[in-house]
Structure formats: structure tokens, C-alpha cells
T-cell receptor, first 117, second 114 residues
């Protein structure tokens, strides 16, 4: 089944303890990105990657890191989490072609609910 | 930078009736894409309908249709014959021709009542 898989689905952690949220897709998509969802703000892009070893900042990159060493994986790293990073996180992927984007948009993972106390 | 505004934080509709969700956006681009995503309580983001800006004809997918007014920068979603399973958060989203980011509105929570 074609999908984007995120893990974990839920995570509670303490301030300052490094964590990684994994994201993997099995569709050979070039493009991958991370979003955070907060009430009233919709989803906002954190980082994106156009291909292996190519990453760039989105609208809200502060406090986050990413890497793209393999095409299928795009982990999100919080090196020193803070309570303002408590949020719902989504990974998304797509072929980077006009037809694919226009017809299918992005494929999203199931989300990771992160709580930082 | 583009912005997307959904002015209705919450709406409700009776089962089998029709409801329209509003969305406006701001951009200086001429070619772009617009989407409506549905997020049920399961949290999954589900693509409902999409529209390419250069296409004048409004998109339709079964009970879902859009009213795309390019000059007014408006992209409303009409749900006909509402069903209980339509209860969800709905997000309007904009994508530029570059395709590297979706800009979302704040969402509209829709409740379909029996």
C-alpha cells in the first residue's frame, strides 16, 4: 500500500531531551516536507526537501533540524524541545511534477501528537 | 508571501442539506493550485478537491464542488446532501507554481447533525 509512515503516533517528553520523529514513504517521491498544526493556525511548513541531500527552511524552522540521506526517509529532529513545540506534526510527500502536484497534492502521514512538558 | 483565510471557525448543517465553506487567499501569482483537505477525528489529511488557477471551470467531485472566483481570490467549497461522515475539520490550501509549499488556512470545523 502506498503510504507515508510516521512514528511515533504519540509522544510525551520533557524540556531539553532530544527526540526524533521518523517519516518514511514507499512511493519513490522526490519531495518531502514537515508541517506542524496548531489550533486556528492551520498547518505551517517547517522544512522541506526536493531530493536527497537537498533541504530548505519553511515558514517556522526555528528549533528543528532535518536530514535527507535516503530518498524514502525524512526525519524531524528536535535537539532541545521546548513547551512551545507542543503540536501535531505531519510529514508529507509528492512527486515533484506539475501533473502530480495539480492532481494529487501531497500525501500526508497520520500525524504525531507531541507534548513537551 | 501568500496568505489563506477561512473566516468561519465553526459551522453546522443538518444531514442531507447543503453547506458552503468560505476561503479567500492573497497572492500576486497568476498560475497556482488550490485545494480543500478534510481532516476527520482520525487526524488523516484527505484531499477532497483541487483546482488549477488557469482552468475557469469549477472543479466537481461527486457531492463536493467549488466556486472559484479568480479575480476576487475566492475559493469556496460546497457540500451537497451532507452526510454524518462529512463531520470534520476542513482546510483550504494554496500552492504556488513552484510546488514546494502548501499554505493553509486556519480551518473550519464542520458538524453535520442528524
Amino acid at each position: 500500500e502506498a503510504q507515508v509512515t510516521q512514528n511515533p503516533r504519540y509522544l510525551i517528553t520533557v524540556t531539553g531531551k532530544k527526540l526524533t520523529v521518523t517519516c518514511s514513504q514507499n512511493m519513490n517521491h522526490e519531495y518531502m516536507s514537515w508541517y506542524r498544526q496548531d489550533p486556528g493556525l492551520g498547518l505551517r511548513q517547517i522544512y522541506y526537501s526536493m531530493n536527497v541531500e537537498v533541504t530548505d527552511k519553511g515558514d517556522v524552522p526555528e528549533g528543528y533540524k532535518v536530514s535527507r540521506k535516503e530518498k524514502r526517509n525524512f526525519p524531524l529532529i528536535l535537539e532541545s524541545p521546548s513547551p512551545n513545540q507542543t503540536s501535531l506534526y505531519f510529514c508529507a510527500s509528492s512527486f515533484y511534477s506539475r501533473d502530480s502536484l495539480a492532481n494529487y497534492g501531497y500525501t500526508f502521514g497520520s500525524g504525531t501528537r507531541l507534548t513537551v512538558v | 508571501a501568500q496568505t489563506v483565510t477561512q473566516s468561519q471557525p465553526e459551522m453546522s448543517v443538518q444531514e442531507a442539506e447543503t453547506v458552503t465553506l468560505s476561503c479567500t487567499y492573497d497572492t500576486s501569482e497568476n498560475n497556482y493550485y488550490l485545494f480543500w483537505y478534510k481532516q476527520p477525528p482520525s487526524r488523516q489529511m484527505i484531499l477532497v478537491i483541487r483546482q488549477e488557477a488557469y482552468k475557469q471551470q469549477n472543479a466537481t467531485e461527486n457531492r463536493f464542488s467549488v466556486n472559484f472566483q479568480k479575480a476576487a481570490k475566492s475559493f469556496s467549497l460546497k457540500i451537497s446532501d451532507s452526510q454524518l461522515g462529512d463531520t470534520a475539520m476542513y482546510f483550504c490550501a494554496f500552492m504556488s507554481n513552484a510546488g514546494n509549499m502548501l499554505t493553509f488556512g486556519g480551518g473550519t470545523r464542520l458538524m453535520v447533525k442528524p
